[in-house]
């Protein structure tokens, strides 16, 4: 998996710098980002503080673990019920 350059700390403070009045086109430069990924992070982390997007990312992994047990047990389910269709 790709390696992200910027941690989730370093995001919040770049967009509370452009909050603060240093022109867009000046910080993504010093940053070494494009336009785009400014306002990518923008759309995503405005409003939010470092602990808040921490735990955003949490709930998003939990959330993408539980999605994988409830495919699991789909999967278990649905083979018993084979086998027992099979059986009579």
Known sequence: ??????AVEQIVAILKQAELGIPIAELIRQVGISEQTYYRWKKKYTGLEVDQV????????ENARLKRIVADLI???AMLQ???RKKI
């Open 75 to 77: 999967l278990d389910k």
């Open 82 to 84: 084979d086998v027992l």
């Open 1 to 6: 998996m790709k390696k992200k350059r910027f």
């Open 54 to 61: 921490r735990q955003l990312k949490q709930m998003g992994e």
